[in-house]
C-alpha cells in the first residue's frame, strides 16, 4: 500500500492512498471463497460454485464487501502511517460506493480530514499571574474557632414567659406535609433555633415571631421548580410548627478542654492545625485562579480557530452528559432549570474553551516532553484509592474496565503542565498609586 500526505488549506490533511493490485487480488480471492459457503447455485454442489458464476450473480456483493475489507483499514493504516489524529470523519473521493474494484489493478482513493493546527504559542514568560503568596490572618482564624464555638453551643430553657422576638432562641418540632402526606424525612423534634440566623426558609423565621410557648402554628411555603428536594420541587408544602420554649445559647470556654473534644491535646495545638488547614486551603484558591489566569491567556494569546464540525460535536456531548446526569439523578430538564433547545447555544463557548485547552496542552506537552510514566499512574491511583479506602488493584480494573485510564493518565499530565506553566510564568507588578 503506497501513502502520499498532502497539507491543504484551513488546516486539512488530503492523504492519496493506493491499495495493490496484489491486496486487491487477495480480497477478492477470499470473498469469493467465503460466498461459496454461504450460497446455493443450481446445477452445483455448495462450496463447489466457479468464480465467474459467482461473479456474474453477485457482482454488487462482491464489490461492496470486498471494498468494506480494503478501503476502511486503508485509511486506518494511512493514518497511523503519518501519525495523525483527524478531527472528523473522512471526506472519501470517489465515495466509497463509487469506487471500482477490478482483478489485477489497484485502488486508489483520496481521504481529506481536519487536522490540530501547529499552534505558535506565546512565551511562558509573557504570561503574567498573581503570585502573591498565601497569607491568613490571626483574626480569621479567631473568626473560624468562633464559629466552631457557636456550633458546640448549647442551650437552656428560660423562665421567662413571652411571645418569641427577632434574634431569641427557640425550641421547636416541626413536620412538613404536601398534600396533606408527610414527607420523607420532613419532621423534627427539639430543635433549638435562632431567630433570624437564617437557619430555617425565611417565612418559617417570621411564622415563629410572636409565638407563646407551647403554641403551634401552620404555615404554607410554595417551593420554585428548582428546589433540592424532588418531592417539594414546584409544590405547595404546609408546615406544622410547635414552640416549646425560648432558651439561652451557652458558648463554650474556648481553653483546652474545649480542644481536647474536637479530638486535639491542647488549645494551641488546635489553633495550629486550624491555621494550617486555612493557609492550605488560600493556596488551593491561589492555585485555581492561577491556574485560570494563565489558560485565559494562553488562549487570548494563540491563534486558534477549531472547526465547526468539532465544535458541534463536542456540543453534541456535552448535551447528552448532562441529559444523562439528569437521568441518574431522576430530574426532568424543567425541575433542574434546563432548557435543551437553548442548550447547545449556552454550551458552545465552553466547547469552543474545552477544544482551545486541549490543543494548546497536547502542544505544550509535546513541546516540553511532558507525560505521565505508569509507575506514576499507579502511584496516583494507589494514592487515591487509599484515601477512599478502595482496594487499589480493583479501583485500577475499574478504570480500565469503563475506559477510563488514559482519561486519568490525561488529568495526570495537565496538572503537571499546568505546575510548569505557573513556574514559568511572570508575576504580575503591583498597581502603586503615587501619594
Same mark, same amino acid.
Given at each position: 500500500m503506497k501513502v502520499a500526505a498532502e497539507k491543504l488549506g484551513n488546516n486539512q490533511m488530503c492523504l492519496r492512498i493506493e491499495i495493490s493490485a496484489e491486496e486487491v487480488n487477495e480480497e477478492l480471492e477470499r470473498t469469493y471463497r467465503a460466498l461459496r459457503t454461504k450460497v446455493s447455485v443450481p446445477g452445483f454442489r455448495k462450496g463447489r460454485v466457479p468464480s465467474s458464476i459467482l461473479k456474474a450473480r453477485f457482482a454488487e456483493y462482491i464489490k461492496s464487501e470486498s471494498l468494506q475489507n480494503l478501503v476502511p483499514p486503508a485509511y486506518e493504516h494511512a493514518l497511523d502511517t503519518e501519525k495523525l489524529v483527524p478531527l472528523n470523519n473522512p471526506e472519501i473521493s470517489p465515495p466509497l460506493d463509487q469506487i471500482e474494484i477490478e482483478e489485477g489493478k489497484p485502488i486508489v482513493f483520496e481521504a481529506t480530514i481536519d487536522i490540530q493546527p501547529d499552534l505558535a504559542l506565546p512565551k511562558y514568560e509573557e504570561i503574567a499571574i498573581d503570585k502573591t503568596p498565601a497569607n491568613v490572618p490571626r483574626d480569621e482564624v479567631e473568626e473560624y474557632i468562633q464559629k466552631l464555638q457557636a456550633q458546640h453551643a448549647t442551650f437552656v430553657p428560660l423562665e421567662e414567659n413571652r411571645p418569641a422576638q427577632q434574634g431569641d432562641s427557640v425550641r421547636i418540632d416541626w413536620e412538613c406535609f404536601? !398534600?396533606?402526606?408527610?414527607?420523607? /424525612?420532613?419532621?423534627?423534634?427539639?430543635? /433549638?433555633?435562632?431567630?433570624?440566623?437564617?437557619?430555617?426558609?425565611p417565612k418559617i423565621e417570621e411564622a415563629l415571631i410572636g409565638m407563646p410557648i407551647g403554641s403551634s402554628k401552620k404555615i404554607e411555603v410554595d417551593f420554585e421548580q428548582s428546589a433540592a428536594n424532588s418531592e417539594l420541587a414546584g409544590k405547595r408544602a404546609v408546615f406544622h410548627l410547635t414552640l416549646h420554649a425560648l432558651t439561652e445559647k451557652q458558648l463554650?470556654?474556648? !481553653? !483546652?478542654?474545649?480542644?481536647? /473534644?474536637?479530638?486535639?491535646?491542647n488549645y494551641d495545638q488546635l489553633y495550629g492545625a486550624i491555621w494550617n488547614n486555612l493557609v492550605e486551603e488560600q493556596k488551593g484558591i491561589i492555585n485555581q485562579s492561577q491556574r485560570e489566569e494563565v489558560l485565559q491567556q494562553l488562549i487570548e494569546k494563540t491563534e486558534i480557530n477549531p472547526p465547526e464540525s468539532l465544535i458541534d460535536r463536542h456540543v453534541?456531548?456535552?448535551?447528552?452528559?448532562? @441529559?444523562? @446526569?439528569?437521568?441518574?439523578q431522576g430530574k426532568t430538564p424543567e425541575q433542574a432549570g434546563v432548557d435543551l433547545e437553548k442548550l447547545p447555544s449556552e454550551l458552545r463557548a465552553d466547547a469552543i474553551r474545552q477544544i482551545k485547552q486541549a490543543w494548546i496542552f497536547d502542544t505544550i506537552a509535546e513541546e516540553e516532553n511532558i507525560s505521565v510514566t505508569d509507575d506514576e499512574l499507579d502511584i496516583e491511583i494507589r494514592r487515591i484509592a487509599e484515601s477512599q479506602n478502595r482496594d487499589p488493584q480493583k479501583y485500577a480494573s475499574l478504570l480500565k474496565a469503563s475506559n477510563r485510564l488514559e482519561e486519568f493518565r490525561e488529568h495526570l499530565r495537565n496538572e503537571k503542565i499546568y505546575t510548569f506553566l505557573i513556574q514559568k510564568a511572570s508575576e504580575k507588578k503591583s498597581l502603586i498609586i503615587p501619594s
Open positions: 404536601v !398534600d396533606n402526606q408527610p414527607i420523607k /424525612d420532613g419532621s423534627k423534634q427539639d430543635v /433549638d433555633v435562632e431567630i433570624g440566623q437564617g437557619t430555617l426558609l463554650p470556654a474556648l !481553653d !483546652d478542654e474545649f480542644a481536647k /473534644d474536637l479530638e486535639y491535646e453534541q456531548q456535552m448535551t447528552q452528559n448532562i @441529559q444523562g @446526569q439528569l437521568q441518574t
